[in-house]
């Protein structure tokens, strides 16, 4: 058996809303940057798998909170 692994060339995209919600905060796009892409990829699939718009707004809210504390998604 023979298993050959492939990185994963998925381009990271913010989305839009989430981008526009941390510009408002000073300095919170740059601490969001400074995570690894693996983190920044759970916070946006996270929001993401939001069902609504409410939910997805409510997962934004709390995906600031957390960058602005410096906490990880996992």
């Known amino acids: 058996v023979h298993i050959t692994l492939y990185e994963e060339k998925v381009p990271l995209i913010v989305t839009e809303e989430l981008l526009l919600c941390m ?14 892409d ?7 699939d996270w929001i993401n798998a ?3 718009e ?8 709390k995906t600031m909170g957390m960058v602005q504390k410096g906490e990880k998604f996992h």
């Open 23 to 36: 510009e408002d905060e000073e300095g919170l796009v740059e601490k969001f940057q400074e995570y690894s």
């Open 38 to 44: 693996a983190q920044k990829k759970a916070f946006i």
């Open 50 to 52: 939001a069902k609504t």
């Open 54 to 61: 409410e939910a997805q707004a409510e997962r934004i809210i």
